[in-house]
């Protein structure tokens, strides 16, 4: 993926934001959520931030209806601007969509083949990561190869995560460019998220993507 293409998308980031999105764009393995994801339908990125995958996946030639959220109003403000060029030249029917707020407030127009949660889940209590789950899971299309995928922190890693918590923790409380619920120690158990999602009839898998990270694979039973 070329990196500055999609950063072409987006007139008037910061000097740090342009660094912090380079960042993200080389560190998320983004390659890897992939081979997951069907190469069409409606899509609902929570918390997009900037919204950069939206013109990952366009830029791969997926052909997908993307909504993103993010309670954070300025990534959604930088978001939004960043539509208004279609450097890729899309259809119309493919331009992203950017809002501000949660998916449990907005009135949405789903369901979705394809949720993400990229990074998110981690940064919130267990009660507010279960509250987004169930929508997610009632919000899911009832079709086999409709999934819900999950980047998060392995909290089995070990020393290995203790970087990425300072790391975390300074974007959180000192530098302020991420939001968080309250904790950076959200990440549950796998067997946490398998059970509950057995309530709502969703299976679990799990690959371990990095040295510290998880994707969770979700699809109905």
Known sequence: MKSNLIISCYDNLSRWEKFHLKTRLKSCPYDKILKYLPKQGNMLDVGCGYGHFAWFLLNKGYKIKYTGTDIDPQKIKVAVSSSTKNIFGIDKKFIPQFFLGTPQSLKLAGPYEIITIIDVLYLLL??????????????????????????????????????????EWIMVNIIKKTCSSGTILGAQHINKYKEYGSLFGMNLKVEKISRTGLLLIYNHI
């Open 126 to 167: 267990w009660n507010k990561q279960k509250e987004l789950l169930r929508w997610c899971f009632n919000n899911l299309c009832k079709k086999k190869e409709a999934v819900i995928l999950i980047k998060n922190p392995n909290p089995e890693s070990g020393i290995l995560l203790f970087k990425s918590l300072i790391q």
